[in-house]
C-alpha cells in the first residue's frame, strides 16, 4: 500500500474511532456492509456472524488468527456502526449496574479497566494488519503502542468518567509490561483518562497465562490495598475470569484476536 | 389468533426445528428477514442485535423479558437460519473439543446436557407466545411440556450421538421438576434421545437459584458416582457456571428467556 493512501486510511479509522456520536455517519475507507445483503458473513463455510458470536460467547477458544475468509466481514464490523453499537449497549448496562450500587463512602470501591481494546484502541494498527487474519507481530505492534497515539474507546470513556463522577475509582490493569509504562501513561492522558488509582503493568519476565496473572494482580489490590472490586471490563475472557473476578463483569467485543 | 392459523405456525415451527438440513430453505409463517437490509434490528432506541450478543456474552443478566421492540426481530432470529447457523457453530466446536479428548477407557467421563433450549426446543410454545416478549406463564407453559411434543435441537442431537460414539456418558441435568419425569423421559425418546447416562431433575420443593442447584448436582455427579465432567452444554449460563463447571463448557443461543 503507498504510504500517501496508508497515511489516509490510519487517519479515517482514528476519525472513525474518535467520532463522539456513535449514530453520526462516520467516513472511512472500508465501507461497512453489514445488514446490506449478508453475503459478506458467510463466505467458504465459516459463517462469520456465527464464528464472531462464538467468540463472544466464550464458545470458541485459543484461536489463533480470524479466518482468512473472515478478514473482511472482520473489518467493516469493526469500522462499522456495529462495533460501536456493540460496545454501546454493553457500557451502558455497565452504567446502570454502577449508578445502582450502594456505596460505603471509605473510597475503596475499584472498577478494574483492561487497556487494550478496552479503554484504547488498537483498531488503526489491525486496520493495517488484516484485522486479526495474520499472525500476531510483537515488533510491528510494539511500535505502534510506542507512538502511544492509540484513540480512546469512546464508550469505555464514558464508563470511565460516570465512575470517576461515582466515587468508584478505576484501577487500570494491562498486559502491557512495565517499560511500556511512560507512553502508556500519556497515552492514556492525551485521551482523556486521568484521575485513575493505580495502573497496573506486567513486570518484565513473567511469564504466566493473562487468567492467572490478572487473578493473582487483582487478588493483590483486594488483600494489600483493601479495595473491593465492584466492577470489571475486558475485550478478553481472561480478562474477567478467575477469582476474583470482580462483583460484575463485562466483555466488550473484540473479534480481531484472542489472548488466553 | 384463529385456531386454525394458530395450528399451522406451531406445525410450521415445528417443520422449521426438525428440518435436518440447515442450509435448506425452510418454510414458515414468519419470513427471517434478518440481513436484508437489518431494518429489524434497530428499533425505538434499542439495537436488538446488539442485545442478543449482549445476552450472548454474560452483559446482560436479570431481564425478565424480550424488548417489546425486539419481539419481530427475535422471532425472525430464531425461526430463521441464523439461530439454527450460530448453533452448529457452537456445536462443531465442541465435537472437535470431545475428538480431541483422551479418555481414560473407565467409562467414567459424563457430559452435562441441559434440557430445555438444548436438548429440546420450545420454540412452538414461544412462536405463539410472543418469543419471550410477554412474562413468563407457569401454567401455559406447563401445560406445552406435559404435551411431550417439544422437537429436539437438531444440532445437540448431533453432539449427543457423536459423544455415545465416543463412549462419552449423556447426563441430561434440568430444572424440571421431577413430576414431569415421565413426560420428558417419552419427549426424549420420541426425539431420537436414548442411552444417556442419568436424567437429573429438579426435586419438588427445592427453592434455589439455577446456578446453585446445577452446580450442587454435578459436585454430586464427581464426588458420588465418580463422573469426570468433560463437558457442559446449556442455553443459560446458569447452566454453565458454578464450580465444578465441567472442563469445558458451550452456551447454545438463547434470546428468548433468562434463568438466573
Not at 65 to 90: F, I, K, N, W
Not at 217 to 244: C, E, F, H, M, T
Request: net charge positive.
Amino acid at each position: 500500500m503507498a504510504m500517501a493512501k496508508l497515511l489516509l486510511l490510519v487517519a479515517l479509522v482514528a476519525a472513525a474511532i474518535s467520532s463522539s456520536t456513535c449514530t453520526a455517519e462516520v467516513i472511512h475507507a472500508l465501507r461497512p456492509v453489514l445488514g446490506s445483503g449478508g453475503q459478506l458473513s458467510h463466505r467458504a463455510g465459516v459463517p462469520c456472524d456465527s464464528w464472531r458470536v462464538a467468540v463472544e460467547a466464550y464458545n470458541k477458544r485459543d484461536w489463533k488468527t480470524v479466518p482468512a475468509e473472515c478478514e473482511s466481514y472482520v473489518g467493516h464490523y469493526m469500522l462499522g456502526e456495529q462495533y460501536r453499537r456493540d460496545s454501546r449497549v454493553v457500557v451502558d448496562e455497565a452504567i446502570a449496574y454502577a449508578e445502582s450500587l450502594k456505596l460505603a463512602g471509605k473510597g475503596k470501591e475499584a472498577w478494574v479497566f483492561d487497556i487494550d481494546e478496552t479503554s484504547l484502541s488498537n483498531l488503526p494498527y489491525y486496520a493495517t494488519h488484516g484485522f486479526g487474519s495474520r499472525p500476531f507481530n510483537a515488533t510491528s505492534f510494539n511500535e505502534y503502542v510506542l507512538k502511544g497515539n492509540a484513540p480512546a474507546l469512546p464508550e469505555t470513556l464514558r464508563l470511565y468518567k460516570r465512575l470517576i463522577s461515582l466515587s468508584i475509582r478505576p484501577v487500570f490493569l494491562t498486559g502491557r509490561t512495565e517499560d511500556q509504562r511512560n507512553i502508556t501513561v500519556k497515552n492514556l492522558y492525551y485521551q482523556g483518562y486521568s484521575g485513575w488509582e493505580k495502573l497496573l503493568l506486567k513486570p518484565l519476565g513473567v511469564k504466566v497465562a493473562a487468567i492467572a496473572y490478572k487473578s493473582g494482580a487483582r487478588q493483590k489490590l483486594i488483600n494489600d490495598a483493601g479495595y473491593v472490586i465492584v466492577g470489571n471490563i475486558g475485550d478478553q475472557w481472561s480478562d474477567i475470569l478467575g477469582a476474583p473476578e470482580g462483583a460484575r463483569t463485562f466483555k466488550l467485543p473484540d473479534p480481531m484476536y484472542y489472548i488466553g
